[in-house]
């Protein structure tokens, strides 16, 4: 039986050049970047100073800015965690979405157990921030505001020019986790007016357990403290060897993923467009979140009379999402979606393709035909 992959926004696979890129780093040349005693060693804290350039320039950013991390969670946690600490002097409330990820969520819950005032700032049924309540909510006391540019569930994009006018506004920090944007949407940091943002390599065709924390460094610099302590690497904001394959995977693929988005958002967008309207011409589905602002690979797709649970039993074949990969085991219905307005029954009735750069036009029309000849009896 043929498998179809339509779960990009959880993981993807390693692009074929990164793999080639990282693999001699891991026998060959091997060495600690932080080992200063030898050649080999300052040889390798120099490529890792270069990769770092490079990020940077694709990033449009400075490159002090640019911390390796092992995920876009520990950079969320160091970046929340960090601004709560260091700018207690301002303020101590945080202004994120309701529609963020559960990484943002848990950790201003940690950090409200800490004395953080948290406000949430609802969606319109679209999923697009209420832009009225969020200037109604921040004020001079808000040290960040955290909103994520793509979102992993819906695919839905937010305004974060507008959202970093209004926080900057008030002096507040701009936190952004751009985890699902690089590779399906042009992104330029500075155009956006981001001070903080998170990547997470995996999500981009490049390997697990490599992320970026940028945080600006000037106009005006944002502080950031450390999670970890121990070693001094990454400015002593990242202690613990770095993790040189990776990096240097991340790098490529962040090169490809940006060369290349023209020409994969062409061909994402056609075809999740087919996939859309073949399914809704039958009748069967009704698309949640924005239609206009959406990730090009994205299809939040509510399927009338049956749940996402009995819709993945009937069609093993397809690799699908009810909702984002960490919080597919819980069994409520999706965060996002309810805070769209969709009821329960609605909600545990949508399903998530996420579309990637190897799937096929082949692929889309056997799954709809799949789905035709199961549904439509
Ligand atoms: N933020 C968003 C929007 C995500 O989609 C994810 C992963 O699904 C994360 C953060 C966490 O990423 P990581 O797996 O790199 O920790």
């Known amino acids: 039986m043929d498998t179809y992959y339509f779960d990009h926004n959880a993981t993807t696979p390693v692009h074929e050049e990164v793999l080639k890129e ?162 399906k949407m042009h992104v330029d940091l500075n155009e956006l007016n981001i001070d903080v943002a998170v990547l997470s390599a995996h999500k981009f065709y490049g390997p697990k357990g490599a992320g970026i924390l940028y945080a600006r460094k000037k106009n005006p610099r944002v502080t950031l403290s450390p999670l970890l302590h121990g070693g001094l690497q990454d400015n002593a904001l990242r202690s613990g060897t770095q993790n040189v394959p990776a990096i240097i995977g991340m790098n490529k693929a962040l090169e490809i993923a940006i060369q290349n988005i023209w020409e994969n958002t062409t061909q994402l967008s056609k075809l999740r467009i087919y996939l859309e309207q073949q399914l809704e011409a039958l009748n069967l589905i009704k698309i949640n979140g924005s239609t206009k602002y959406r990730l090009c690979n994205t299809s939040n797709l509510q399927f009338s009379n049956l749940t996402s649970n009995k819709f993945i039993q009937s069609f093993p074949q397809l690799a699908l999402a009810t909702g984002s990969a960490c919080t597919s085991i819980l069994p409520e219905p999706s965060h996002v979606l309810k805070a769209m307005g969709l009821s329960d029954l609605e909600a545990k009735s949508s399903i998530r393709f996420s579309l990637g750069i190897t799937n096929t036009m082949e692929e889309i029309i056997s799954t709809i035909n799949l789905i035709k000849n199961k549904l439509i009896a």
Do not use: W
């Open 22 to 183: 990282m693999l001699p780093y891991f026998n060959q040349t091997f060495y600690n970047a932080s080992s200063s005693s030898h050649l080999l060693g300052i040889r390798m804290g120099k490529k890792i100073e270069d990769v770092r350039k490079n990020i940077a320039n694709l990033l449009s950013v400075e490159s002090s800015g640019i911390t390796f991390t092992s995920s876009a969670t520990e950079s969320l946690n160091t970046a929340l965690i960090s601004i709560f600490n260091l700018y207690k002097t301002k303020g101590n409330h945080i202004v994120a979405c309701t529609t963020e990820h559960k990484v943002v969520l848990d950790t201003l819950a940690y950090l409200k157990t800490l004395g953080a005032l948290v406000t949430l700032i609802p969606v319109q049924h679209d999923g697009i921030i209420d832009l009225t309540e969020l200037k109604k909510a921040v004020n001079n006391s808000t040290i960040a505001v955290c909103v994520m540019l793509a979102n992993n569930e819906t695919g839905v994009i937010q305004p974060i020019n507008e959202i970093a006018e209004i926080a900057h506004h008030s002096n507040a920090i701009m936190v952004c986790d751009t985890t699902q944007a690089y590779g």
